[in-house]
Each structure stands twice: as structure tokens, then as C-alpha cells.
Nanobody, 126 residues
Framework: QVQLVESGGGLVQAGGSLRLSCAAS????????MGWFRQAPGKEREFVAA????????WYADAVKGRFTVSRDNAKNTVYLQMNSLKPEDTAVYYC???????????????????WGQGTQVTVSS
């Protein structure tokens, strides 16, 4: 069965950095577009970043553009989210998600992804 397992979350001070990893099993990662989403308490799940199958194209939410970088290593079946200059408003549970095919117009919609990880908590203190 397909499993996505996030790791790398934790507590960090504002201005710090974290790198999240998403390890995939049960699927061949290079056949999937991968996305990162986050959900803060009392808020809806929101798009953070996405990367196409080959890693040549990336998309970011305006709130994280210039601070976060999504990348992938298909040989390791792993996707990463490097988060720099973290702010308290970045505090959330972060999820990775996979979809075999999605248009650019729909890439930011969580409802368009087929597989999800369990999430990893990121807490940024001020």
C-alpha cells in the first residue's frame, strides 16, 4: 500500500530553519507530482509548495515564496521542504501529498491529491 511519511518537524525560534522530508513507499515517486500543505489549528488546510515529476518546475504559496524550497530525489523516493527564515505564522502541521496527474490550475487544491502523509508538527516561537 502507498505510504507517505513526513519527518523533520519540531520547535524552532523565529528566523530559524527546518528541513522536512517525505519518504514514499508503495509507489514510484517519479510518476507523481508532489505537494506540501499545512494546517494550523482552526484553519483550513492550505497549499505550501509543489514540484513536478522531474523536479524541473515548482510552485509556491505567496506566503512562503523566497523562504521555502521544495525539492525531490526520485532515486531515494523522497521529497524535501527546506524552510528558512521561519515565522510564528508558519506554525502548523505540515503534510506531503501525491497525485499522478494534475493540471497547473489545480495543483494548489488539496482535494486534487490522492495520497497523504500523517503530518509533522512545525512550531515557530517568537
Amino acid at each position: 500500500q502507498v505510504q507517505l511519511v513526513e519527518s523533520g518537524g519540531g520547535l524552532v525560534q523565529a528566523g530559524g530553519s527546518l528541513r522536512l522530508s517525505c519518504a514514499a513507499s508503495g509507489l514510484t515517486l517519479n510518476n507523481y507530482v508532489m505537494g506540501w500543505f499545512r494546517q494550523a489549528p482552526g484553519k483550513e488546510r492550505e497549499f505550501v509548495a509543489a514540484i513536478n515529476r522531474g523536479g524541473s518546475n515548482t510552485w509556491y504559496a505567496d506566503a512562503v515564496k523566497g523562504r521555502f524550497t521544495v525539492s525531490r530525489d526520485n532515486a531515494k523516493n523522497t521529497v524535501y521542504l527546506q524552510m528558512n527564515s521561519l515565522k510564528p505564522e508558519d506554525t502548523a502541521v505540515y503534510y506531503c501529498a501525491a497525485v499522478s496527474s494534475v493540471s497547473v490550475l489545480r495543483i494548489r487544491g488539496p482535494q486534487n491529491y490522492d495520497y497523504w502523509g500523517q503530518g509533522t508538527q512545525v512550531t515557530v516561537s517568537s
